[in-house]
C-alpha cells in the first residue's frame, strides 16, 4: 500500500470465527500512517479516507457496530477501551 505506519497499537481485542471452515483468530490493531500516496495490489481496486462515522457506516462488521465505534473513538484518542483482553465470538 505504500502507507508510512507511524504507530500500530494493540486493542486488547481478539475476534474468533469460522471462515471456510477454518477457525480463525484475529488481533486487532490501530495504526497511524501518514497521508502519503497509496499503492493498490490486486486485491484493491479502490480506497477511501473517511470519518469515523463513515467508516463504521460502510463497514460489514458482523459484530456490534455500537461497540465497534466505541473502541474506535477511544483508540483515535489514544486510549484502549478494553482494560483486559477481550475475546469475543462473531457467528
Known amino acids: 500500500t505504500n502507507l508510512d505506519v507511524l504507530e500500530s497499537t494493540y486493542l486488547n481485542w481478539i475476534l474468533k470465527y469460522k471462515s471456510l471452515g477454518n477457525d480463525c483468530i484475529e488481533y486487532v ?5 501518514n497521508d502519503t500516496g497509496i499503492i493498490l495490489n490486486e486485491e484493491s481496486i479502490e ?5 469515523l462515522e463513515d467508516f463504521v457506516n460502510l463497514i460489514q462488521w458482523y459484530g456490534d457496530k455500537i461497540l465497534l465505534k466505541k473502541v474506535l473513538e477511544e483508540a483515535i484518542n489514544n486510549k484502549i477501551y478494553f482494560k483486559n483482553e477481550k475475546i469475543e465470538k462473531i457467528n
Open 47 to 51: 480506497y477511501k479516507w473517511c470519518s
Open 29 to 33: 490493531f490501530i495504526s497511524r500512517v
